[in-house]
């Protein structure tokens, strides 16, 4: 079946760093475009970062601009999310996610807490 499973969260002090991957399988990884999203308590789902199949191209929350940089293998059939000069306000659950063509897939989600 389709599955995403996420890894790589964790606390972390502000300005810190940290890596996300997310291991797609029961799908054909290649041809989908991948994107991460985030939920922090009390806000609405938001789109953080989507990247084409190929790696082609990629966008960003304008929030994280400069900051995150999303990445694909698909000899691995892994998203990254590569997280630089972390701020409180990222603090949130961070899923990846997918939209092929019988539905949008969600993984389990992987917490983000930044803090002092």
């Known amino acids: 079946q389709v599955q995403l499973v996420e890894s790589g969260g964790g606390l972390v002090q502000p300005g810190g760093s940290l890596r996300l991957s997310c291991v797609a399988s029961?799908?054909?990884?290649?041809?989908?475009?991948m994107s991460w999203y985030r939920q922090a308590p009390g806000k609405e789902r938001e789109s953080v970062a989507s990247?084409?199949?190929?790696?082609?191209?990629?966008n960003y929350l304008d929030s994280v601009k400069g900051r995150f940089t999303i990445s694909r293998d698909n000899a691995k059939n892994t998203v990254y999310l590569q997280m630089n000069s972390l701020k409180p306000e990222d603090t949130a659950v961070y899923y990846c996610s997918s939209a092929l063509p019988s539905r949008r897939v969600w993984g389990q989600g992987t917490q983000v807490t930044v803090s002092s």
């Open positions: 990247i084409t199949n190929t790696g082609g191209s990629t």
């Open positions: 029961g799908f054909v990884f290649r041809w989908y475009d």
